[in-house]
């Protein structure tokens, strides 16, 4: 387990990917591996990302409501160990 900021070239990047991805394929592969995003001061959505499997992640809106989304391998590099 590993946690911290991501190097804002990084951070550029994946929020790049999670805002211009495709609707979440079928999938039933569980993953094991997953990573959170939050903003630092505390305000916007969370996203849950699959780091393995599926690669699918989750928007939670800050003000309610959520997004499946569909991630990929460039992704999941973005968001492994800092």
Excluded: H
Excluded at 12 to 34: I, Y
Excluded at 39 to 65: I, K
């Amino acid at each position: 387990m590993y946690g911290g900021p991501l190097p804002p070239e990084r951070q550029a990047k994946a929020l790049r990917a999670l805002t211009t991805t495709r609707p979440a394929a079928d999938c039933a592969t569980p993953a094991s591996r997953f990573a959170v995003l939050r903003s630092l001061n505390g305000g916007g959505p969370e996203w849950y990302v699959e780091l393995d499997a599926c690669r699918r992640f989750l928007v939670v809106a800050a003000a309610g409501g959520t997004q499946l989304g569909q991630g990929d391998a460039a992704l999941a590099a973005l968001l492994g160990p800092i």
